[in-house]
């Protein structure tokens, strides 16, 4: 089977519906987000959780992380490599434009949405929700640009399938994924 790259904007849903379609095909799950974690122990940090990219810790290692593209690019080589293999979902912002390997997904969602489902995650308000948003979501985007000119989150023509999550559990989201996947098999 071919892999399956699911990308979005930050708190989209992209690591439930990942979770949950690698776990209804029975293959293994790679997140970026994982790799980058690995990467910020051998840099002294110790990430934990899925909202530590939006905590004090997360945010600093996102700042140093800007002064070089290196940490992206070997997190994005380990996973472009992995999709060359299939057999494997995979999350990652930029990957899908990397690669011409595996089924792409963008999971997309109002900021409104977004921020909603990170305030259930996270435990905070919805407008501390939003502000964090704001930033991730331009700085992910200046910071894919600069690295591979990227319009990340902008230009979807790398994708096979979008899915629009809004006002859509996360459990249905994964199942279109499923289906779509069933439908796509070699």
């Known amino acids: 089977m071919k892999s399956i790259i699911i990308s979005g904007m930050p708190a989209v849903g992209k690591t439930t519906v990942s979770r949950q379609v690698a776990a209804k095909l029975k293959i293994p799950l790679v997140g970026g987000g994982d790799v980058l974690k690995e990467m910020a122990v051998e840099e002294g940090y110790t990430p934990g959780g899925d909202d530590w990219w939006d905590r ?58 977004r921020a909603a489902r990170m305030a259930r995650r996270d435990g905070l308000s919805d407008s501390e929700c939003r502000e964090v948003l704001s930033v991730r979501d331009e700085e992910n985007h200046n910071l894919y640009k600069k690295i591979y000119g990227i319009e990340f989150g902008r230009d979807l023509k790398p994708f096979d399938l979008i899915v629009e999550t809004d006002g859509i559990d996360e459990g249905k989201v994964a199942q279109i994924v499923i289906e779509y996947v069933k439908g796509r098999r070699d």
């Open 56 to 113: 004090g810790e997360g945010m600093k290692f996102l700042r140093q992380r800007k002064k070089s593209s290196g940490f992206d690019k070997e997190v994005d080589a380990r996973l472009i490599q992995k999709a060359r293999m299939g057999n494997v979902v995979i999350t990652s912002y930029p990957v899908p434009w990397l690669t011409k390997d595996g089924l792409k997904v963008w999971l997309s969602g109002s900021v409104k949405s």
